[in-house]
């Protein structure tokens, strides 16, 4: 199947590549069907993108990728919901809000997004951990 997309041109993916976001994604909430890919030139980042509107595309990081610290714990609700069984089929993505001031790019610790890669259905939750910011900055000075 072909995808285009507004920033990234045409993505080819599989039915397999789909994952599941039954509460959708913040300020998606109606979107439920999403497509993770690399960005091109850059590994550090993924885009998550809605098949359901071509429009619709996030830029996504691993918040251990700033925070090699960075944990918090999920609920027997989230588990259950997400058919997690190990720990091995869970990947942890951020929210990346861009910014032309290198300075200003940030990422969501406050709400990361989780899913089971063996089964493809992703949830993003809260976690309640004040210093976990909604808006943590990636570029910081040494």
Do not use: W
């Not at 989230?78 to 089929?89: R, Y």
């Amino acid at each position: 199947m072909k995808l285009n997309t507004k920033y990234h041109g045409v993505i080819d993916y599989n039915e397999d590549d789909v994952i599941s976001f039954e509460s959708g994604i913040l300020g998606f909430e109606n979107l439920k069907r999403y497509i993770i890919f690399s960005l091109k030139d850059n590994e550090d980042f993924k885009i998550i993108h809605s098949i359901e509107d071509e429009g619709v595309g996030l830029v996504l990081m691993s918040p251990f990728l700033i925070r090699n610290d960075y944990e918090f714990e999920l609920n027997e609700n989230i588990l259950k919901s997400l058919q997690i069984e190990n720990e091995s089929d869970v990947m942890v993505y951020t929210t990346v809000t861009l910014n032309s001031d290198l300075k200003k790019i940030t990422t969501n610790l406050k709400a990361p997004i989780i899913i089971n890669v063996c089964k493809n259905i992703g949830k993003q939750i809260i976690v309640d951990n004040k210093d976990y910011l909604v808006k943590e900055q990636i570029f910081k000075e040494n």
